[in-house]
T-cell receptor
Framework: DQQVKQNSPSLSVQEGRISILNCDYTNSMFDYFLWYKKYPAEGPTFLISISSIKDKNEDGRFTVFLNKSAKHLSLHIVPSQPGDSAVYFC???????????FGSGTRLLVRP | DSGVTQTPKHLITATGQRVTLRCSPRSGDLSVYWYQQSLDQGLQFLIQYYNGEERAKGNILERFSAQQFPDLHSELNLSSLELGDSALYFCASDVTGTGSEQYFGPGTRLTVT
């Protein structure tokens, strides 16, 4: 039972354009959501997070949007840069638990 | 560099064997988490320790065990290894142990032949 789903295994965008990565979840008890970026041969790196009491959080070129009613979150990267090419994982945590539930990842390719 | 170290980087062993993976958390972090990533899958949470005590458990097999030592480093022991145990094993740490903003090590790639 996948509680966190990233339905697009890959995404390709042109440098300078917007990248939108999507994530859906099923557990209404999730109260905190995170995005991680992973390069080959490295561990995931924390990117940005959002609490369920917010619907948007911004950090430089990265913005995460949360739609609780739709149980959907998205990561926007504007403008996209070739160095953003990586696998992006969304993760969720329930307040009653200390563990993160990860999606299967979306591989982003930013073309020069 | 996240500050989390994992050894070894690579491990190749045979079915039925036992291995130990080691993790040192970031300086000051009290909590350690272990994850398994198989073949382009998401990370599966295995177990969490906070200041030496087990705090949360995920889908960890009975053949697997872990512990966190007084100096806060952690070891993940995998025994009676099967081909399906081949995966990347990541360790992460954070200060509060609440599961947010974890810092990940580079991982140990385990290959069981």
């Amino acid at each position: 039972d996948q509680q966190v789903k990233q339905n697009s295994p890959s995404l390709s965008v042109q440098e300078g354009r917007i990248s939108i990565l999507n994530c859906d979840y099923t557990n209404s008890m999730f109260d905190y959501f995170l995005w991680y970026k992973k390069y080959p041969a490295e561990g995931p790196t924390f990117l940005i997070s959002i609490s369920s009491i917010k619907d948007k959080n911004e950090d430089g070129r990265f913005t995460v949007f949360l739609n609780k009613s739709a149980k959907h979150l998205s990561l926007h990267i504007v403008p996209s840069q070739p160095g953003d090419s990586a696998v992006y994982f969304c993760a969720a945590r329930a307040d009653s638990s200390y563990k993160l539930i990860f999606g299967s990842g979306t591989r982003l390719l930013v073309r020069p | 560099d996240s500050g989390v170290t994992q050894t070894p980087k690579h491990l190749i062993t045979a079915t039925g064997q036992r291995v130990t993976l080691r993790c040192s958390p970031r300086s000051g972090d009290l909590s350690v988490y272990w994850y398994q990533q198989s073949l382009d899958q998401g990370l599966q949470f295995l177990i969490q320790y906070y200041n030496g005590e087990e705090r949360a458990k995920g889908n960890i097999l009975e053949r697997f065990s872990a512990q966190q030592f007084p100096d806060l480093h952690s070891e993940l022991n995998l025994s009676s290894l099967e081909l399906g145990d081949s995966a990347l094993y990541f360790c992460a740490s954070d200060v509060t142990g609440t599961g947010s903003e974890q810092y990940f090590g580079p991982g140990t790639r385990l290959t069981v032949t």
